[in-house]
């Protein structure tokens, strides 16, 4: 359950100062954003397995209510890629750069270094607040740049937030 | 504000020195003068029946009126924004003020500029008036000041670019035009002939022969014949005949305060790139001009549009300019091709691809026929991505992205995957320590 908790992160991170190839600290995501995707996936597609059961089968047939079975499937499918794609999610502090790593089919690790760092955002929608989880979101001067954490609990992404502007602010180096 | 083109005296807030506001050029009002009379000759091409009943049905004191009220609302108009725009160059920034009933005060950075041109059209070139353009980064709408008088323009910019460099503020007017040095210059029949060998060239002529008759026969309609006619005649004129007009005369010459590139046959363009802006470097290779030996080098800079550094050259020349805008790179003679497995994931043209790393580039290459080879400064990276598909997995191999500053994406396609992995440390490590000998913002402090 505890996969990303800040406290186990927090202690053992960028202590190989200067050097590039120390081992990454690597951090998962929170349990919640699991649960939190799951949850919508559930929302979304139950009903609509439902309705698309019941009104072709009432109308038409019973024959066809398998149209029941497209969202079911997709529901049956989805669940443990959701699980797949959360676990693949996960990003280590260096000392000098924030590395993430994410995909399980599309495999995409990106690495910042921290003085090329122009605006760190922050952004929780209502849902994501209801669950305690904020993003984090940086960005640099090129627009390519996709360094994002999607989910993680408020403190650990302002403790994120703080830390990334406070070592860009010591390594600035704009363009 | 007196007469027009004086100089006011406003104090600063803290009346340490007065920043002298100064006024555009007197035949700045005169810039937009063609517009109306542009709306009138569209309205009446647009519709031409339409147009000449309505001639028909005016009298010649209506006429007159209504051409009366034109000029005097254009000039009106003209006169105001010129009046209403100020500029004026203080320590660190250059402020203009525009606007009459939206006021717009834009504060440009001197050490954040990325690049100075100075552009005369044709009929500015007549007036003796110039143009001045500021490319920063994060602004879609370019900051200009049009027009300045020709020497006042070219005053500005030394100004400019000697406060930009970090010269004192009292110093900076009597510094001066920086002594430039000649770099490169290329002859008119060498454009010609190179543009006679660019593929696009006779892609869209061949394009203009065939389409339109085709079409003919097919729809017996002069209106579509035109339509895609004209546009594939324009392409084809643009491609060569206005290309060599824009390109003539090229020349590339150094100087303290940056790259200086002047060009052009009827509209002159002077650019300058100040030092340290260019984020990555192209050296492009069609393969018509490969047994002359000839490349074309474009440069990205944040900010700016301009993206050519020479437009032809043979490739000795090209790779000692590249030395000057990039100091101490040397373009490495041989790349490191991808594994031989990669024909699985891109038959054929996994051949154009390789890349290599010195001290201080990443280079990379791509294009079979039409070879094009990218040069990033270490310094210039801001991240770096591995990115891997599944059958690319599957092969064992990934591309690497480097991001630059100038939204530009160098990708070193289909390394082995463990290369690939040492590749993405290490780039992020020589990004890292690429900067530290980088030189300052205020290349002269």
Known sequence: ?175 | MTTPGTETDVPTENGKQPVVEQRLHPVTPLRRAWAPIAVLIGWAVHDPNQAQRQLTRLTTTTLLLGLAVCLIGGALYGFLTWWFTHFAVTDSELRIRTGLLFRRTAHIRLERIQAVDITQPLLARVAGVAKLKLDVVGTDKKDELAYLGEGHARALRAELLARAAGFAPETAHEVGEAPVRQLLHIPARVLAVSLVLTGATWGSLAAALVVPPVLWFATHSLWTVLATGVPLLGAAGASSVGRFISEYDWTVGESPDGLRIDHGLLDRTHETVPPGRVQTVRIVEPLLWRRRGWVRVELDVAGSSNSVLVPVAPREMAEAVIGRVLPGVTVPASLSRPPRRAGWCLPFWWRGYGIAVTDSVFVSRHGLLRRSLALVPHAKVQSVRVEQGPWARFKGLADVHVDTGANKTVTAGLRDAQEAAELLRGQAERSRTGRRDARPDRWMA
Do not use: C, K
Request: charged content about 20%; proline content about 7%; glycine content about 12%.
């Open chain 1, 1 to 175: 359950m505890e996969t990303g908790s800040p406290e186990t992160a927090g202690e053992t991170r960028g202590d190989g100062h200067g050097e590039g190839h120390d081992e990454p600290v690597w951090t998962g995501l929170p349990r919640d954003l699991l649960r939190m995707r799951r949850l919508l996936l559930v929302v979304w597609l139950v009903p609509l397995t439902l309705a698309a059961g019941l009104l072709p089968g009432l109308l038409a047939g019973p024959a066809w209510a398998a149209f029941a079975l497209l969202p079911l499937g997709l529901l049956l499918w989805g669940w443990p890629m959701l699980g797949r794609n959360w676990a693949s999610w996960r990003y280590a502090e260096r000392a000098d750069d924030l590395l993430i790593s994410r995909g399980v089919l599309w495999r995409e690790e990106t690495i910042v270094p921290y003085g090329r760092m122009q605006l760190v955002e922050v952004t929780s929608g209502p849902v994501a607040r209801h669950f305690g989880l904020a993003s984090v979101q940086l960005h640099t001067a090129a627009a390519a740049t996709d360094a994002r954490i999607p989910g993680l609990e408020p403190a650990e992404a302002e403790r994120l937030r703080d830390r990334l502007t406070e070592l860009g602010q010591a390594r600035s180096a704009g363009l």
